[in-house]
């Protein structure tokens, strides 16, 4: 029997990887350790999560001290002082009107949060017939049955497709090649495919949709990155057919694209916005959702004695968890990290477009520090050149990521120029060789 056995890994080639297993055993600031012993420069941040780097002394230090004095209290009407002075820090950095701060443990968690908070103050509002629900084709808010139902990735819907959530549509995804190949950062043409929701409202009829939720850029299906006003027009459908709009952004947050909150980057405020990963720069699990005071005063109309909203997790707001994000909000201050990523986005976007001229490059789209590179699929085996080039990369010391054949880039927000030649390089001699 294989050791390997019993864990079945997450959207992982179990067989694959348990024949020739990657292990990484120890991780510090921009380096992983592999079990023998080589080091691996992270190009991926963990997982979008990571953007300080690993191992962050001062976050570390936050979870060793926390863990000690108070390992873990209940949620449900008991509270512990550090998760709500971080609801408090996280509010703060949120756009004006953000009063409030739900907690869960993870993107997916927080997505299903979102959704159930948009029907609740419909029904508090006395407009119950708002439940129907809108995602976009090719985005991803999780794995849950809320996010899964929402969120538009073909493969994730298939197989559970009799279980998704009933009442719900996407409108159309932003992505067209020949309209917007090789943009650097947002597309000048597209901003009309945000009209797609007024056919939704027709169809539909507005008054009986609770949410539209996006991803200001999508991150999952390869880096699509909103064309030129195209946010702004949703939000404007929004308004105008009292739909809330929740932006996901469990990747865009915490400097991602060089700002705490992509909506504030793009300059249009949803009223509730999905968080997790870079909130505890990956150290602990933890998700967020942000809502705006009006939603939050809608739900607090019912008899103070009872429970405003019958929703939460055992683990909502974890004092580890709590420890290790005040901490990371911390770092970013004090290191001025969202600075420091805007300021890097220049450079990580020449040195992504200078492998136009690679073979099998189809497409390279970036925002922030966002990027992905989109290869031509090998004939009757879509993804395999993608899963090659990952491989390659590793065997030669950098960690990148393939969804399917688009290569993903998330860089450290504090990366080196150094840093990003070799992860380009690396990429490069790896295209070179993939048939
Ligand atoms: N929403 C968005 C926008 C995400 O990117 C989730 C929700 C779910 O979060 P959790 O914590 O439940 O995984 C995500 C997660 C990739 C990749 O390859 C992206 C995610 C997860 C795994 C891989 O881009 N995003
Ligand atoms: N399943 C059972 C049997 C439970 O008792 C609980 C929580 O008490 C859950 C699921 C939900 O777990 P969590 O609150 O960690 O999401």
């Known amino acids: 029997m294989n050791p390997l056995d019993a864990y079945w890994m997450p959207f992982t080639m179990n067989r694959a990887f348990k024949a020739a297993p990657r292990m990484i055993s120890r991780a510090r600031g921009h380096y992983y350790t592999t079990d023998d012993g080589r080091e691996l420069l992270d190009g991926f941040s963990?997982?979008?999560?990571?953007?300080?780097?690993?191992?962050?002394?001062?976050?570390?230090?936050?979870?060793?001290?926390?863990?000690?004095?108070?390992?873990?209290?209940?949620?449900?009407?008991?509270?512990?002082?550090?998760?709500?002075?971080?609801?408090?820090?996280?509010?703060?950095?949120?756009?004006?009107?953000?009063?409030?701060?739900?907690?869960?443990?993870?993107?997916?968690?927080?997505?299903?949060?979102?959704?159930?908070?948009?029907?609740?103050?419909?029904?508090?509002?006395?407009?119950?017939?708002?439940?129907?629900?809108?995602?976009?084709?090719?985005?991803?808010?999780?794995?849950?049955?809320?996010?899964?139902?929402?969120?538009?990735?073909?493969?994730?819907?298939?197989?559970?497709?009799?279980?998704?959530l009933p009442g719900v549509d996407h409108i159309r995804h932003t992505h067209s090649l020949p309209d917007m190949a090789f943009s650097r950062g947002q597309p000048s043409w597209g901003a009309h495919l945000a009209d797609d929701l007024e056919r939704l409202c027709a169809l539909h009829d507005g008054s009986n949709i609770a949410a539209l939720i996006v991803e200001p850029v999508a991150g999952s299906t390869g880096i699509l990155v909103p064309p030129i006003g195209y946010l702004q027009r949703l939000r404007e459908l929004c308004d105008r057919h009292g739909i809330l709009l929740i932006f996901d952004e469990v990747i865009t947050a915490f400097g991602r694209v060089g700002a705490p909150f992509a909506a504030e980057r793009f300059g249009v405020t949803p009223d509730i916005i999905t968080t997790a990963k870079g909130i505890t720069n990956g150290v602990m699990p933890m998700g967020a959702v942000l809502v705006r005071d009006a939603i939050y005063q809608a739900l607090m109309q019912r008899p103070a004695h009872t429970v405003e909203l019958f929703h939460g997790y055992t683990y909502s707001g974890h004092p580890l968890a709590a420890a290790a994000a005040l901490s990371t909000l911390e770092v970013y201050a004090e290191e001025h990290t969202f600075a420091t990523a805007r300021a890097l986005e220049p450079a990580f976007e020449e040195a992504l477009h200078a492998l136009r001229d690679a073979p099998h490059v189809v497409d390279i789209r970036n925002f922030g520090l966002m990027g992905g590179v989109e290869l031509a699929p090998r004939a009757g085996a879509p993804g395999a050149r993608g899963y090659e080039v990952f491989l390659k990369c590793f065997e030669a010391g950098v960690v990148i990521r393939n969804g399917g054949d688009v290569l993903q880039f998330s860089p450290f927000l504090n990366a080196t120029p150094d840093e990003l030649a070799q992860i380009f390089t690396t990429v490069r001699q790896a295209l070179a060789t993939t048939a």
């Open 46 to 164: 963990g997982l979008w999560t990571s953007g300080l780097g690993h191992c962050h002394p001062k976050i570390v230090a936050a979870v060793q001290g926390q863990v000690a004095e108070l390992d873990y209290a209940m949620s449900f009407q008991v509270g512990h002082p550090k998760v709500f002075e971080l609801a408090n820090r996280l509010t703060a950095m949120a756009p004006a009107g953000f009063t409030q701060c739900f907690f869960t443990n993870s993107g997916s968690e927080a997505a299903d949060t979102a959704l159930k908070i948009a029907l609740a103050y419909h029904r508090a509002c006395g407009e119950g017939q708002r439940t129907r629900l809108i995602g976009r084709e090719r985005g991803y808010h999780g794995v849950n049955f809320g996010g899964m139902s929402v969120g538009g990735i073909p493969a994730n819907r298939k197989v559970f497709s009799a279980a998704l």
